[in-house]
């Protein structure tokens, strides 16, 4: 297993001799044993704690449990911090032993599986971790592939072999690899064996669709592509064997080379959560400065008097080094402010919203059986911070799902069909669809309504067969023949699937293809063609190519590609066509469809030989083939002619609109980001409603240069300044801008505007001097729509906004092209689609449906803020209250760090008394049930100005803690002072206060999570008082006569619990602390709802109004009595919702919340909130007296 790890320098290039291990084994390449395990048995122990103790807050306890061992300066057992510190380090140290062991499993399972390998002349079994670089190996059908092999023969003739990559890439579709002609026929394993060729090629890398070397054998050279290679991971299908050559092995390979760590995201409240923590260090600190300043001046002045019964330490020498040593004493008591459970707290309140997540049935797709998934637990709560949303819109809007459904053909349109008045037909009016009995091999799926087409193909038009004949020729679909006649394709995208499809159903069906030819059945006749080179598809080509020669020996390239690139390469002849196709392209996109040039080049015999031969020159280069390929393409595909164009429909998944619509509500903006042309995207903005009628303007930029895009966006932010300063929803500019990072007025317009931009517009506009200015524009617009950008320029995009916007931004897609995008937002989310599942492996969340995203952010999203905003704010009131109570305590004990409480319930006050409660509530706490929070996308807008836990919130928590601490501690003070017991004897001895203060302490902090729990489950009620009964089971049994006689020297104070709780002083006195503990918190609470309620205090209202009418209506039935009852518009969820959302306005409260509160307040809670954000705020320059808005 060391072969796995060693670690080698970088490789410049890879060199690899077939059947020859001696000369491969001394540039020590990798072994193809893999390993993702992280431990063995001897060095899990050390390196998990070492990893574990990486974590500040379990360095911090340990230098803590240091301090507990001194015994000068502890005052408390070590035992109060060592179980839960081992308690955490276990549970901790439990999860990722299993974690690893699950690896190790799946190590050794892949390690050990067989494979046959060429050895000495004769194939035999070995295992995979034994296969090294230079090995021949042998794969049989449905095997996987054990390297990143060089494919040598198959059993397919011309050494074709075809793969499933879906571990790859999670495309399911098979996929055809070809062994280079010259090692084609090396199908005997003598031949093999014999076999002496050198490989020297690129060195290990990440790219899956990208290979470049050279095999060098019998003194000539032969360029290499990845249509040779058999990439580790696939699958060998319908292929009954192959050999190939073993180039890269083990952690060389491209599929371990793809499995790096994704970039590690953390939340803003974790952000917050470390600043916090290291405020409250610095309190502690100043704390234990005090009590040891004190401590010296006790020892000084009082303390020096007691010497004979009170003598100092041996090491004490003097009142100063007793306060030194007082200091760290204190450290040690009040390091509760901290404690070590709130970290695993959060982390198990993660886990339980991701399950949820997980387990939400409407999150679940039936159709394709997926269930919506959250791949990290540490980004939940992030999820209701959300401001800006990146979304691709193949696929994750549209269903992609491709569908022919026009076509230009020598500048006529077909597709659309006309009734008797010359009227275009919609599609529930259209007549039946085209009926293709005729050809025996049509696709029966396949739906087309115009016959003029048909008329065309039957009548022998020459430019409609040259159409359909490009579309059966351009293309690497593959096809599959099951029975006689019946055909399955195979493409790559969707896209490309639907016009061979096409092709097939007119009369040109594509039948089969070898590496050499392609067979086609035109109207009936098989007719081969010899296929002479393919210029692939590529995102920055965007375009792809066939030179085929026809059996007439006439060599035609065919082109297909997207109008941008390809209207621009055509012969000049073509101009009046080209003028006439253009304007059917732009009616296509108009209409929402995707669209493809088609244009073909008759070439010379001399000509493509010579240009054969420089192709063949680019592809042997070792160094920027890439570039050399691509000039030799670029020179061949110029001069065409026009055939004409396609147009394919990609509807929009079901709920799109009403989703944008409903976070546009919740003041989310949303941007998409797609490499469709202008016209597509735009209609398609306008079907999902993020482009209204309604808006004030829509600017479209298209320059070219840095200069033209400068003015564009100038001209827009100018007409944008021309309107109001007063932002909709009642929040003036100061307002707004105090909510962001960027300062600009455009933050504070009215009106609804929408920003169009093109690809090499966006490119000038991403440039350093330029990128503010479009992000001010942007930044001002409803919605933002990017045309034609590559995957590169949509992570820069959201970069941008991250970089200079204090917002959370999520990116959704479904593709490859979008992955750099998903990683690059706060929250990536993966749309399992038809596109593989690559977006899906480097998501943080995914599902199968944009219109879950709404449940995801509002809901899920939502609750998991509030919950955790709750959780902190409550954990920290309760430790505080829990560890000032020492503070005060030290001015009457001399400051020498005595303990008010026992140390045992130190010990168990943080994992046992008060643990579970709070993790009940963080859990399962909601302020209003998941329809409201639908109903009401308002209600998200806390989230996003981050209001319910910040330092203001943390602030007034601690102010409770410690006004809670000082009562807890007085008045029991007061009370003992002066009481007796039933007896007559002083009830003040320092195990009877132990008792009551701690007493007082459970009931009151658990009487506040009862205020503060706002939906109770069972769970809730069983935590709580089960956890009242638990303190008081476990404080009787620590001071009874039966642990004492097991141990006298831990549990001295006998029967102590039972007499002080026997009296009655003791229990007014705690009841005393709870109430004035309690009410102020009560009465604040009530008043706040009543003078200044939060939209979710109305929304809870409305529903008890609700509900109380409805009983009463109920009751009134059951008299007899009919009438009608007019419900609010915004209440009425079958009735009236859609339409709501589709308007884009905001959702209005009910009238029952309005005539009851809107009264009550002058303007709504978020702006009041929004308000004192502001530190430059004026009065209010609009909105003041707006009622309450949803």
């Known amino acids: 297993m060391a072969l796995c790890t060693k670690k080698r320098p970088p490789e410049e290039e890879r060199r690899a001799r077939a059947n020859d291990r001696e000369y491969n084994e001394k540039f020590q390449y990798a072994s193809n044993c893999i390993k993702t395990s992280k431990y063995n048995i001897v060095t ?17 306890f340990l230098f803590l449990l240091i301090l507990q061992l001194i015994p000068q300066i502890s005052s408390l057992s070590w035992f109060t911090t060592i179980v ?71 059993s397919e003739p011309h050494g074709l072999c075809y793969i499933e990559t879906a571990e790859l890439d999670g495309e399911t579709n098979m996929k055809v690899r070809q062994a280079i002609p010259v090692t084609s026929e090396l199908g005997d394993i003598n031949k093999l064996a014999k076999f002496d060729g050198e490989v020297i090629c690129e060195p290990p890398n990440n790219k899956l669709d990208k290979f470049s070397g050279t095999l060098y054998w019998k003194e000539n050279k032969f360029p290499l592509s990845n249509q040779n290679m058999l990439l580790r991971g696939c699958v060998l299908r319908n292929t009954e064997w192959c050999f190939g050559l073993v180039i890269f092995a083990g952690p060389d390979t491209k599929l371990m080379q ?231 394709y195979k493409a790559q995208s969707p ?58 020996g006439k060599i035609r390239l065919y082109c297909k590609g997207a109008d941008t690139i390809l209207l621009e390469r055509l012969h000049p002849s073509n101009q009046e066509l080209l003028n006439t196709t253009t304007d059917h392209l732009n009616e296509y996109a108009g209409d929402g469809l995707r669209t493809l040039v088609l244009a073909y080049k008759d070439l010379e015999e001399e000509y493509y030989e010579e240009w054969a031969e420089r192709r063949l020159r680019a592809s042997l280069a070792q160094d920027s083939r890439e570039d050399r390929l691509a000039s030799v393409y670029d020179e061949v595909e110029n001069d065409m002619m026009l055939l004409g164009a396609t147009a394919i429909e990609d509807k929009l998944q079901q709920g799109v609109p009403e989703t944008i619509a409903l976070l546009t509500l919740a003041n989310i903006k949303i941007w998409v980001l797609t490499g469709d042309k202008q016209e597509t995207a735009v209609n398609i903005g306008y079907s ?134 998903i990683k690059t937002a ?25 219109k879950f995203l709404q449940r995801l952010l509002l809901v899920h999203g939502r609750w998991s803020y509030l919950r955790m905003c709750k959780f902190l704010c409550y954990f920290f009131y309760k430790n505080f209250a829990f560890t000032m109570v020492h503070f005060w305590f030290g001015f009457f004990c001399g400051f020498s760090a005595q303990t008010v409480y026992d140390q045992y319930f130190i010990t168990l006050y943080n994992i046992v ?55 807890m501690f007085f008045i029991p003070y007061g009370v003992f002072a002066e009481a007796t017991r039933d007896d007559g004897t002083q009830l003040a001895d320092y195990q009877s206060f132990a008792v009551t203060v701690a007493t007082s302490l459970v009931i009151v902090v658990s009487v506040q999570i009862g205020l503060d729990t706002g939906y109770w489950t069972a769970i809730n009620h069983f935590f709580i008082w089960g956890s009242l009964a638990v303190y008081f089971a476990i404080l009787f049994a620590m001071h009874s006569k039966g642990l004492f006689e097991m141990f006298p020297n831990q549990f001295r104070f006998v029967g102590n619990a039972q007499n002080t709780l026997a009296q009655p002083t003791v229990w007014f006195t705690i009841v005393l602390t709870t109430v004035v503990c309690i009410m102020p918190v009560v009465a604040f609470r009530f008043l706040k709802l009543d003078l200044k309620p939060e939209l979710s205090d109305t929304v809870r209202y409305t529903q008890l109004v609700r509900k109380k009418q409805k009983a009463q209506h109920r009751c009134m039935r059951r008299v007899g009595r009919t009438g009608s009852r007019r419900s609010g518009y915004a209440f009425s969820h079958q009735e009236g919702f859609g339409e709501l959302i589709m308007s884009g306005k905001n959702m209005r409260l009910s009238s029952l919340a309005l005539s009851s509160f809107t009264t009550r307040s002058s303007s709504s809670w978020i702006e009041t909130l929004r308000r004192k954000k502001s530190d430059s705020a004026s009065s209010p320059s609009g909105g003041a007296d707006k009622p309450l808005k949803g």
């Open 688 to 821: 999902c409603k993020m482009l209204t009628d309604d808006m004030t303007e829509v600017f479209i930029v298209t320059g070219h240069t840095v200069l033209e895009v400068r003015e564009e966006l100038r001209k827009a932010r100018e007409k944008m300044m021309e309107s109001s300063r007063t932002v909709g929803n009642g929040f003036s500019y100061q307002e707004k801008l105090a909510a962001s990072k960027l300062t600009s007025v455009l933050e504070a317009i009215a009106g609804e505007y929408a920003l169009v931009i093109n690809g090499h517009s966006l490119a000038h506009a991403l440039e350093a001097d330029m990128e503010l200015e479009f992000l001010e524009t942007a930044c001002a617009c409803k919605a933002v729509i990017c045309c034609r950008v590559t995957p590169l320029q949509k992570a820069q995009v959201v970069e941008l906004v991250k970089k200079y916007k204090k917002a959370v931004t999520l990116a959704i897609g479904d593709g490859a092209n979008d992955v750099s995008m």
């Open 84 to 154: 839960p510190l081992v308690l955490v380090l276990t549970i901790t140290a439990v999860k990722d032993a299993t974690d690893d062991y699950f690896r190790h499993k799946s190590d050794n399972q892949v390690n050990n599986r067989q494979s046959q390998v060429l050895i000495s002349g004769i194939l035999q079994q070995e295992q995979w971790m034994n296969v090294c670089v230079g090995d021949i190996i042998k794969l049989e059908n449905n095997q996987f592939v054990a390297a990143d092999l060089l494919l040598l023969s198959s």
């Open 913 to 967: 008394y008060t643990s579970l409660p709070v993790l009940a509530m963080g859990v399962f706490d909601q302020d209003v049930p998941e329809q409201r929070s639908m109903e009401y996308p308002k209600l998200y807008e806390p989230g996003q100005l981050n209001l319910l836990f910040n330092k203001r919130e943390f602030f007034i928590c601690i102010a409770q803690g410690i006004y809670t601490s000082v009562l």
């Open 258 to 488: 793809n499995s790096g760590r994704t970039k590690f995201k953390r939340t803003s409240i974790d952000r917050l959560m470390n600043t916090l923590v290291l405020w409250i260090f610095g309190f502690l600190v100043c704390m234990g400065v005090i009590l040891a300043i004190g401590n010296a001046i006790w020892e000084y002045e009082v303390g020096a008097r007691f010497q004979v019964y009170l003598p100092w330490d041996e090491a004490v020498d003097s009142a100063f080094f007793s306060g030194f040593l007082s200091f760290w004493s204190y450290i040690i008591i009040l390091n509760t402010v901290v404690p070590i459970s709130l970290y695993v707290s959060v982390e198990v309140i993660r886990l339980g919203h991701s399950y949820f997540i997980n387990w939400d049935k409407k999150m679940y797709c039936v159709k394709r059986r997926t269930p919506a998934e959250a791949r990290t637990t540490t980004l939940n709560e992030e999820l209701g911070q959300v401001e800006y949303i990146f979304s691709d819109k193949t696929g994750t809007l549209t269903q992609n799902i491709m569908v022919f459904n026009k076509c230009s053909i020598y500048g006529r349109s077909y597709g659309d069909v006309f009734d008797v008045l010359g009227h275009k037909a919609e599609l529930g009016e259209r007549p039946e669809p085209i009926d293709f009995s005729f050809n025996p091999l049509a696709d029966k799926k396949f739906l087309f309504w115009d016959p003029s087409l048909l008329e065309a193909v039957k009548v022998g038009d020459p430019h409609t067969h040259e159409f359909f004949r490009l579309l059966s020729l351009c293309h690497t679909v593959m096809s599959e023949e099951k029975n006689e006649g019946e055909l399955y």
């Open 44 to 60: 899990f122990l050390p390196v998990n704690l070492f990893e574990q103790f990486q974590e500040v807050a379990n360095t911090y």
């Open 826 to 850: 706060h929250i990536g989310v993966g749309i399992s689609g038809q596109e593989g599942i690559q977006a899906v492996l480097a998501s943080d969340y995914s599902f199968s449906q944009f």
């Open 495 to 552: 896209d490309e699937g639907a016009l061979v499809t096409a092709a097939r159903n007119f009369g040109f069906v594509f039948r089969s293809r070898t590496p050499k030819t392609i067979t086609v059945h035109e109207m009936g006749k098989a007719i081969t063609y010899q296929l002479l080179a393919i210029l692939d598809f590529n995102n920055i080509r965007k375009r792809m190519s066939v030179i085929v020669r026809n059996p007439e």
